[in-house]
T-cell receptor, first 114, second 115 residues
Framework: AQSVTQPDIHITVSEGASLELRCNYS??????LFWYVQSPGQGLQLLLK??????LVQGIKGFEAEFKRSQSSFNLRKPSVHWSDAAEYFC????????????FGTGTRLTIIP | KAGVTQTPRYLIKTRGQQVTLSCSPI?????VSWYQQTPGQGLQFLFE???????NKGNFPGRFSGRQFSNSRSEMNVSTLELGDSALYLC??????????????FGPGTRLLVL
């Protein structure tokens, strides 16, 4: 069965600093990969997704993620964070051609300090 | 296009009661999925409906059920509520084919508190 691990429960960064959120997945082939963001009291918003092709994916709000097959990772990055980026971030995997559900990681809470 | 809407946004019930939550997908979307989000278990898949048929189901007890109408709107019902059912219930809709490669768009959720 597919699974997702987000090893960092909580990360604190200074405004303007760079950010990397880690995501590792377990799946027999290349899955569909997603990053979602959730602000307090809100639903989930898609930041970016990877299906195939170029392993560096650009998303909204200045985020990008890189798929590394050898490491089974799909880490999210942003070169300079803004206070409005404070939220919870979820990595998710989907199974191509099969089960349509998404499997989510446990999330990483991002705190931004001025 | 309007996004995914969920009603009600907040709900308080007592143990033993039942509850029905509603989800209206993005216009034209035929797939609706439901997720439960709790601090302890995170986001867990409940079930998915596509063209009025349940296509997929997660590992939840039979107290959790759902349905989808011909206009793609979906309802989720929880009977005999337990304290542990307190959660944010998220609905997500997906496009015309509803395949795994299509992006799921999430609603704001219904926060259920069971007392």
């Amino acid at each position: 069965a597919q699974s997702v691990t987000q090893p960092d429960i909580h990360i604190t960064v200074s405004e303007g600093a760079s950010l990397e959120l880690r995501c590792n997945y377990s799946y027999g082939a290349t899955p569909y990969l997603f990053w979602y963001v959730q602000s307090p009291g809100q639903g989930l918003q898609l930041l970016l997704k990877y299906f195939s092709g170029d392993t560096l994916v650009q998303g909204i709000k200045g985020f990008e993620a890189e798929f590394k097959r050898s490491q089974s990772s799909f880490n999210l990055r942003k070169p300079s964070v803004h206070w409005s980026d404070a939220a919870e971030y979820f990595c998710a995997v989907g199974q191509p051609g099969g089960n349509e559900k998404l499997t989510f990681g446990t999330g990483t809470r991002l705190t931004i300090i001025p | 296009k309007a996004g995914v809407t969920q009603t009600p946004r907040y709900l308080i019930k007592t143990r033993g009661q039942q509850v029905t939550l509603s989800c209206s997908p993005i216009s034209g979307h035929r797939s609706v999925s439901w997720y439960q989000q709790t601090p302890g278990q995170g986001l867990q898949f409940l079930f998915e409906y596509f063209s009025e048929t349940q296509r997929n189901k997660g590992n939840f007890p039979g107290r959790f059920s759902g349905r989808q109408f011909s206009n793609s709107r979906s309802e989720m019902n929880v009977s005999t509520l337990e304290l542990g059912d307190s959660a944010l219930y998220l609905c997500a809709s997906r496009g015309t084919s509803g395949g795994a490669g299509e992006t799921q768009y999430f609603g704001p959720g219904t926060r259920l508190l069971v007392l």
